[in-house]
């Protein structure tokens, strides 16, 4: 791409400037040949805080072009303070058009959840990764851990998973669930709930993992195999719900707890808020005798 | 003492190791065969602790071979190995007992998560099965099985070191390396300590290098010994014979300043 008008902003196209972004695609073609491999790249100071997606942002300022559809989401949501802040730098330093719908998006800027509707081949789902390691906590040392990569030693991650079962008589970790990527490398999905991995197996859209503060970046490849880690034993599970979203009724998304009142109320809604609004829009309704909320309770899966 | 082998467990020749002008280890060899414990002794500063991190792949010498009787290669060279094969062994075959607990346990995660480490590192998938192996050898290094999901940080220090040795031994390793094993013991939790490593040494036909400034820990665990002073072997043979008959001037001082109880 070559340099723009900066236009009314005074920026070059997506803020980034073009060695930057060069700098990054090259980055993302290693990770992308690498799957699941995470590359040092010179993550750059972005006008946002460290922890608020700034490996994101930059992994999308380098991919994204004039005819690019955004959609950014925070926690399912599009209209969070993170996803609403982002999607309007892009707008402003890139002038793209941008989406809440995840059918129309060509490239998706997410934090914490993959959209329910099924990605598409084509589009791009870019996550922001705060701890790119899954065996940091565990393993402080980087040179250790790389090593352990590079020589596919991954006992330590057992460890975790088995100090799990046996602190809470399941496997408890139910975000930033680790997953092997390409049945080799081991890979932190960043902090999504358990409930999305499944997603991320033989997905036909190209994920990215943008880490700054990190300085990481790694990807998985469209239809590439991702397995959650788990005992034979113990097997990976998702989440479940004992009741249905509290709007659109659906059973097969990832609800959130949305307290109603200061008296105990509370319901069950979508997570992801386009899922929700496209079942509404389609004529979905909750049943009429959807258990009282208030009295139902989130089940962890065990 | 298995002696129906001719091929030695671990060959080290010629071994050199410098630091800067200063000779750590100086042209130093022996070699040991399986079922059998060597003890080297010798004042702090000798060199011992450099020599064990040489023979165990933890220091590149500068001068000499060590050779490790490999179940693939035969006797194969360890720092012509490849890595992974070498961190392979480091694992496996090889055991690593620290002085200080806290160097060889994971502090954050519980004794039962300690000790099985080194089996999920080796492909144990099974939690039930993982865990009932754990257990098992905490009670074959005499510690409650009930305790299994304390905390490393709960337990004594003698404790804590057989803990440090049941995650050792649970992948049933030829050959383990001990620095100072009994070091910051009370006298007593010592004993038991050696007795308990005498017996699993026996059972599992375990070799070993213990690293000791205590004689008392030669005469009790090993058949042979070595003495090094200022880097240099200064004798070696049969513990008995060292201890009782000194020839070197060092070793009787040595053997002379035990204090008798």
């Keep these: ?302 | 003492m298995n002696t129906e082998t001719d091929t030695p467990l671990l060959r080290v020749s010629g071994l050199t190791k410098r630091f800067g002008a200063h000779s750590a280890c100086c042209d130093v060899g022996f070699e040991i065969f399986p079922g059998e414990v060597l003890c080297i002794v010798g004042e702090s500063g000798s060199g011992k602790t450099t020599l064990l991190k040489c023979i165990s792949a933890q220091l590149q010498p500068d001068h000499g071979s060590v050779e490790f009787d490999t179940r693939d290669q035969g006797l194969a060279d360890i720092y012509r190995l490849s890595e992974p094969m070498r961190r392979m062994l480091a694992r496996t075959d090889w055991g690593f007992v620290f002085q200080n607990p806290r160097d060889g346990l994971r502090a954050g995660v519980s004794a039962g998560a300690n000790v099985a480490e080194r089996l999920m590192a080796v492909g144990a998938r099974h939690y039930a099965n993982i865990r009932h192996e754990a257990s098992g050898w905490m009670q074959k290094v005499e510690l409650d099985a009930r305790r299994i999901d304390d905390l490393p940080d709960t337990f004594s220090g003698g404790m804590q070191q057989r803990l440090q040795i049941a995650r050792n031994l649970i992948t049933r390793p030829r050959l383990v390396f001990m620095d100072e094993p009994t070091a910051g013991l009370d006298v007593s939790v010592q004993a038991r300590l050696l007795d308990l490593l005498r017996g699993l040494a026996a059972d599992l036909g375990l070799a070993a290098v213990i690293v000791t400034h205590d004689l008392a820990v030669a005469r009790l665990l090993a058949q042979r010994m070595m003495v090094m002073r200022g880097g240099s072997v200064v004798e070696s043979g049969l513990t008995d014979q060292v201890l009782d008959d000194p020839q070197h001037p060092y070793t009787q001082l040595l053997v002379s300043s035990v204090i008798q109880a």
Excluded at chain 1, 127 to 155: C, D, I, S, W
Excluded at chain 1, 217 to 228: D, E, L, M, Q
Excluded at chain 1, 275 to 298: E, F, N, T
Aim: glycine residues 6%.
């Design chain 1, 1 to 302: 791409m070559k340099p723009d008008d900066p236009g009314p902003t005074g920026y070059n196209f997506a803020y980034l400037d073009e060695q930057t972004k060069r700098m990054i695609r090259r980055a993302l073609l290693k990770a992308v040949a690498i799957p699941g491999y995470q590359v040092p790249f010179g993550s750059r100071e972005m006008p946002l805080p460290f922890g608020w997606g700034t490996g994101g942002i930059q992994v999308t300022a380098a991919v994204i072009g004039k005819n690019d559809v955004l959609k950014v989401i925070d926690q399912g949501s599009d209209d969070t303070t993170n996803a609403v802040n982002i999607r309007r730098f892009f707008a402003r330093t890139a002038g793209i058009a941008t989406t809440e719908r995840t059918t129309d998006a060509t490239i998706i800027q997410t934090r914490h959840r993959i959209p329910e509707t099924p990605l598409a081949a084509g589009q791009i789902i870019v996550f922001q990764v705060p701890e790119p390691e899954p065996m940091r906590r565990l393993e402080a040392r980087e040179a250790e851990t790389r090593k352990m990569h590079a020589l596919e030693e991954y006992g330590l991650i057992r460890v975790k998973l088995y100090e799990d079962i046996t602190r809470h008589g399941h496997i408890a970790t139910t975000y930033d669930y680790p997953v092997m990527v390409n049945d080799r490398m081991l890979m932190a999905p960043s902090p999504i709930p358990k409930f999305d991995n499944p997603k991320l197996d033989r997905n036909p859209a190209l994920m990215l993992f943008g880490a700054g503060r990190e300085k990481r970046i790694y990807a998985v490849p469209p239809y590439t195999k991702v397995r959650s880690l788990d005992f034979d034993d113990h097997p990976f599970e998702i989440q479940k719900w004992n009741q249905c979203c509290a709007q659109c009724g659906a059973t097969d998304s990832f609800l959130d707890e949305v307290i109603t009142d200061d008296r105990g109320g509370r319901m069950f809604v979508c997570s992801d808020s386009d899922y929700c609004r496209q079942r509404l829009a389609a004529g979905q309704r909750a049943p009429a005798d959807q258990p009282d909320s208030a009295a139902a309770s989130v089940q962890a899966a065990t």
